[in-house]
């Protein structure tokens, strides 16, 4: 993870968005029983190293479109009574 960071000239900060690209979603449809029986992602000492980093947010999508700087905009549903709804997340350049 610090030499993706570091080829991509960005530093991981404290409340920071992590996104990391894996390709496994082009495996649907395609390899089904790779896709369901397996899962990609890093290990699990990058991983703790990620988190001591204290993202704000861990995702996937925005990297294949190399967005390593935007806003990012989260909009929950607005449920009366709810503690929680699905989200409509946007990344602006």
Do not use: H
Request: no cysteine; net charge positive.
């Amino acid at each position: 993870m610090r030499q993706a960071l570091a080829k991509a000239g960005v530093k991981l900060e404290r409340g920071d968005a992590v996104l990391i690209r894996t390709g496994w979603s082009k495996l649907m449809g395609k390899e089904n029983e790779r896709y369901g029986t397996q899962n990609a992602g890093i290990g699990i000492a990058a991983a703790q190293w990620r988190l001591a980093q204290e993202p704000m947010l861990i995702a996937e999508a925005l990297a294949a479109a190399r967005a390593y700087e935007f806003a990012f905009i989260v909009q929950p549903l607005k449920l009366k009574g709810a503690t929680g709804s699905a989200v409509a997340p946007m990344a602006i350049r």
